[in-house]
């Protein structure tokens, strides 16, 4: 079937610095890709997607790249806070309404020392 | 409300009991879904239910589970006798679109003693 692979798992960055998470996807049809951010004890949200006709988009300090040839999209954050440690999840949209369209990857642990 | 409900927030049951956990989605929102968190785990697709259509459901890990729908709005995700393997968080969301901006509930913790 089909599924999302995200890499890292764990990542600690010292506050400041940037922190980038990578995704690869294996439906090639899939065309829409969010991130979805869950601090320690609290729900998942939405905090950034994008659509395969860009390659980019941006939101302050954090931005998502998209490599349709290569089906791989990664999270950029530029100038780390202790806020930004969380779990993030990437997904991406799948044909065949199985799961609802939507695939999560296994996400990544964010850590920001300061 | 202005978001996704999810009732109860904590549930502790012991094993072999039966429990029942709700979802109230964003009012419009016709797709409907369920996940489980282990704890430090990702997200464990359970169950999606879109509008009126045969709900998919392929992620529930045994006939132990069960989920409905009713009037297109409120879920409910039923668990019959209960194990210890099945104390997790239990996650639900909703979205106008299919696949697309989700929005989660606070999640039900969900302890088999």
């Known amino acids: 079937g089909e599924n999302v692979e995200q890499h890292p798992s764990t990542l600690s960055v010292q506050e400041g610095d940037s922190a980038v998470i990578k995704c690869t996807y294996s439906?090639?049809?899939?065309?829409?890709f969010p991130w979805y951010k869950q601090e320690l004890g609290k729900r998942p949200q939405l905090i950034i997607d994008i659509r395969s006709n860009v390659g980019e988009k941006k939101d302050q300090r954090i931005a998502v790249t998209l490599n349709k040839t290569a089906k791989h999209f990664s999270l950029h954050i530029t100038e780390t806070q202790p806020e930004d440690s969380a779990v993030y999840f990437c997904?991406?949209?799948?044909?065949?309404?199985?799961?609802?369209?939507?695939?999560f990857g296994k996400g990544t642990k964010l850590s920001v020392k300061p | 409300g202005a978001g996704v409900s999810q009732s109860p927030s904590n549930k502790v049951t012991e094993k072999g009991k039966d429990v029942e956990l709700r979802c109230d989605p964003i009012?419009?929102?016709?797709?409907l879904y369920w996940y489980r968190q282990s704890l430090g785990q990702g997200l464990e697709f359970l169950i999606y239910?879109?509008?009126?259509?045969?709900?998919?459901k392929s992620g529930l890990p045994s006939d132990r589970f069960s989920a409905e729908r009713t009037g297109g709005s409120v879920s409910t995700l039923t668990i019959q006798r209960t194990q210890q393997e099945d104390s997790a968080v239990y996650l639900c969301a909703s979205s106008f679109r299919r696949g697309e901006k989700l929005f989660f509930g606070s999640g039900t913790q969900l302890s088999v003693l």
């Open positions: 997904a991406a949209s799948i044909r065949g309404g199985s799961q609802g369209n939507l695939i």
């Open positions: 239910f879109q509008g009126n259509s045969a709900p998919d």
């Open positions: 009012s419009g929102h016709t797709a």
């Open positions: 439906d090639s049809a899939s065309n829409y």
